[in-house]
């Protein structure tokens, strides 16, 4: 079984993730949540992170530590403009910020979730999302943030996934998902998967 396979499958999990994820939203906010645009692509462990989109101000990222059978991360990142979006999409007072971050943290929570949960079904591994935490960084020192994360453990593949999120007609938002996963994943992948 080749590598290429492999990485299909573990891509094609996740993105059937974030579909369960929109759904979950939908049930949140009580509004039609859909996925369109959804990418997501392999970047090697020594790859620089250029194919991130640093924008401009502040970005709020959500880290969430994967743990159990293999380990991992999972870092969602939203720029002001898309927070703003989502606030709005569920009438949450734009002024009001510990509630918006908690909606933000509640929100990194599903979609960490039902993507951690597809991985767990498809490969019959134990695995769980932590509590996740938010960090607030200036846009240019994304780069620099994700190279410091990256570095900090044992050999990781990382997906980089860009999904968009429509809301009904109207709003939509278009997060940078970012998972750092154990390189090990692929050899725990059944080779009736593939």
Known sequence: MDNRSRENFLIHVMNTGFER???????????????SN?????????????CLSE?????????????GE??????LIFNQ???LE?????????????LNEAFLLEMDNIMSASVVSELSNALGLEIYGDVPQLVKIH?????????AEVSKDDPSSIIFSNTTFQFEK??????????KISSEVFELIPKKKV
Do not use: C
Not at 171 to 179: D, L, T
């Open 21 to 35: 994820a929109a759904t979950s939203f939908s049930r949140l906010i009580n509004k039609q949540v859909v996925i």
């Open 38 to 50: 959804a990418q997501s692509v392999l970047i090697r462990h020594d790859d620089n992170f250029s």
């Open 55 to 67: 924008g401009e101000g502040d970005l709020y990222i959500l880290i969430t530590q994967i743990i």
């Open 70 to 75: 293999i380990s991992g991360k999972s870092f």
């Open 81 to 83: 403009d898309e927070s």
């Open 86 to 98: 989502i606030f709005k999409a569920v009438g949450l007072n734009v002024q009001d910020t510990v």
């Open 139 to 147: 846009s240019r020192n994304l780069q620099e943030f994700m190279e």
């Open 170 to 179: 109207r709003g939509r938002v278009h997060p940078q998902f970012i998972w």
